[in-house]
């Protein structure tokens, strides 16, 4: 049996419930197939918009070293971070919940573990990452989120990106900072 992990779909999720909820409104299609509807109650807290500006990058750890990807997420965020112009950015990694912090401060000389929704409120920054509940959070907050290459994972994405690249394109990532 698969374990399940945080912002995946499995086909029979939500088929044992009779009720389900989402935090958006283009979620429901996850749950088409369902004899009851789900229901639409947003995110669990009141979103509150930064003011402040910053000239943060976050880069958004994706899921815990024994998964299959997370090596190859591991690679595209160093090839990002190498690519980011540290003298106008201050960039750090966030670590996925179920992630050490151990192979990161190999690669990233700023790790951030402070608490979400003081990340997400304090001031707008640049969010970077592949499907991560975190970016659509960091989007709700009116954060300008940035995609990575979605072809390492086959899931249904339930919102949009301010701007997604290949890997064949990170070069270019300078160009929309």
Not at 34 to 50: C, E, M, Q, S, W
Not at 127 to 145: C, K, P, Q, T
Request: charged content about 25%; some cysteine.
């Amino acid at each position: 049996m698969d374990q399940k992990q945080k912002g995946l779909f499995y086909l029979n999720d939500g088929h044992y419930c009779k009720y389900n909820f989402v935090w958006n409104s283009r979620q429901i299609k996850l749950f088409r197939n369902l004899k009851y509807d789900p229901f639409v109650l947003g995110l669990p807290y009141n979103i509150r918009i930064p003011k402040k500006v910053s000239n943060k990058i976050i880069l958004i750890g994706h899921g815990e070293e024994k998964s299959n990807v997370y090596e190859k997420t591991l690679r595209h965020f160093k090839l990002v971070y190498s690519l980011i112009d540290k003298n106008l950015f201050d960039v750090e990694y966030r670590p996925h919940a179920h992630e050490s912090t151990k192979k990161p401060k190999k690669y990233f000389s700023k790790i951030n573990n402070e608490n979400k929704l003081n990340l997400l409120q304090d001031s707008k920054k640049i969010y970077i990452g592949f499907v991560s509940s975190l970016l659509y959070e960091a989007s709700m907050h009116d954060n300008y989120v940035i995609g990575l290459d979605e072809s390492l994972f086959q899931v249904y994405l339930d919102f949009e990106y301010d701007i997604s690249f290949k890997e064949k394109d990170y070069y270019q990532l300078n160009n929309y900072l």
